[in-house]
RNA sequence: GUGAAUGUAGCUCAGCUGGCUAGAGCACCAGAUUGUGGCUCUGGGGGUCGUGGGUUCGAGUCCCAUCAUUCACCCCA
């Protein structure tokens, strides 16, 4: 216990660390280009607040939160997504007073009490995207357009964009209706979690992957045929819009996303390299989530990512991320009575802006050499002999093996220069 | 939360129906080469066999529990 870190969680050693930043770094460049900025929630918040956004209903929150007391006796919740998070810090700083809309995106941990897979931890994380204030069509879009791009960027392949529509509150109970009155009619064709889905979620009978419900729904009534005009106008304007700049997605009337606060607009970017996990990223529109959470009517549209299924991802599709923690000098201290000078010299050549690095075990040069080579160094300083009496050191070119003599005090004009 | 498989060195694994001091490859360290890496050769260090209990003269091997990992379900990122 004492040496394993707790399930579902893990330690992200520098090597992935570094494919880590690189993905980090190319969402934060995404996000400028579309004017996203970040904002940086706490990673726990009040229950309450997770309670009223994503329902009480949903997994989530029925079996999913890290909730505990804290010593002042409230109820704190680790944050299982970040969406309550943002719509909360968009009513505590009064963001609804300026510009329309607040673009938000976050990056960071999440935790969800969930028994751990390949590609599902108990500590994972996330990026995603919020854009509070405006119910404009074209956001819906900008959002998937910007998936999209990140992924081109980054060098996936095969990924789909699954898009649907789940109306507004309105539409969506006529829809439920009439979808549970076929449902009911076929009873003895579901398998038996659907048969429990019927009372809890109807709608979530609609992906069940089991043959004869699949069946059975493909003849089942869809929703996008029970629109309301306001929703269907939104639906056809957003995929114009996706037309517009050339973005490829797949109409799915079976998506159905897990949390309350969906609206409208739902979609899904899944890829099948990850087994039972498809959902690389998912999102949505929830126009009723401001007001949920005690603010005024305020549409909003968003998604989230999981970074480390799109590391996983990455990783699978063979694709290459260019990592540069290597020192560009290894100094290399010809006897251990040398060792102290080469420990300057490190250092100038550190402060001087150059990568640099030593071997610290007082090992033969042979040892120091062997451990230059491993280290993937461009060159070895030698330091001491004759040449440290002239005030020179040792160049040595660990591609060709080549070695020259340089004065020290050229060292550093010297190594930027080539 | 449900079902199944797995757990032996840092890594990948071998270890037959229980039987000597538990092995290999890679990695690591040293030497061959006392001022020079990558290749080669020689040698070396490293294991409470996930953990705890039980059966047995004897357990890495069998039984139970527990923890962890993986796969599937549920659900999701």
Redesign the pocket.
């Known amino acids: ?1 004492l040496t ?7 330690d992200i050693l520098p090597e992935e660390a570094a494919k880590w930043q690189y993905v980090e770094e190319v969402i934060r460049d995404c996000c400028r280009l579309y004017g996203y900025g970040e904002i940086r929630p706490p990673l726990f918040e009040h229950t309450e607040l997770f309670q009223r956004s994503v329902g009480e209903a ?3 929150v029925e ?2 939160m890290y909730t505990f007391i804290d010593r002042g006796g409230r109820s704190i919740t680790l944050r299982p ?1 970040a969406t309550a998070s943002t719509v909360r810090a968009y009513l505590e700083h009064n963001l609804h007073a300026g510009p329309q809309p607040v673009k938000l995106y976050y990056m960071g941990p ?1 935790f ?1 009490y ?9 500590q ?1 994380s ?1 990026f995603g995207v919020e854009a509070i204030g405006a119910q404009d069509p074209s956001v819906d879009a900008e959002v998937i357009t910007l998936v999209l791009d990140l992924c081109t960027r980054l060098g996936l392949k095969d990924l789909v964009v699954e898009l649907n529509s789940i109306g507004c509150p309105k539409c969506r109970q006529e829809y439920r209706q009439a979808l549970l009155e076929y449902l009911s009619e076929h009873k003895n064709k579901l ?1 038996k ?1 659907c048969l429990s ?1 019927i009372e809890r ?1 109807p709608l ?1 009978v609609l ?4 043959e004869g419900c699949r069946a059975l729904t493909a003849a089942a009534p869809q929703m996008l045929e029970y629109l309301c005009s306001e929703c269907a106008e939104h639906f056809k304007t957003l995929q114009q819009c996706l037309h517009a700049v050339g973005a490829k997605y797949e109409l799915n009337p079976a998506l ?4 309350d606060y969906y609206t409208k607009t739902v979609f ?2 899944t890829w099948s390299g990850l ?9 949505g529109r929830y126009d009723g989530l401001v007001q949920e959470c005690g603010g005024p009517p305020t549409p909003g549209v968003g ?4 970074l ?2 799109l590391l996983i991802a990455l990783e699978q599709m063979g694709i290459s991320i260019p990592t540069v923690n290597k020192p560009t000098v290894y100094v290399a201290a ?2 251990n009575a040398d060792n102290k000078d080469a420990f300057a010299l490190l250092t100038i050549l550190r402060r001087a802006g150059i990568a640099a690095d030593k071997d610290y ?1 007082q ?5 120091q ?6 280290s993937g160094a461009k060159w ?1 300083v ?1 330091v ?4 440290k009496k002239r005030g020179a050191v ?1 160049i ?8 020259t003599e340089v004065p020290q005090d050229q060292l550093v004009s010297i190594l930027k220069s080539s």
């Open positions: 216990m394993t870190a707790p399930r579902g969680t893990r949903t997994d989530i079996k999913e997504e999440m969800r969930d028994r751990p897979q390949a590609g599902r931890y108990r994972f996330q398998c979690t889905r979620n979530r992906d069940c992957k089991e159905v996303r897990g949390l899904e970017v087994g039972a996990q498809t959902a690389i990223c998912g999102g998604f989230a990512m999981g480390d299924r010809l006897t075990r090992a033969s040069l042979r040892a050499l062997k451990a230059a080579n491993r070895t030698i001491g002999g004759e040449e040792v040595r070119d660990m591609e060709t093996g080549e070695q």
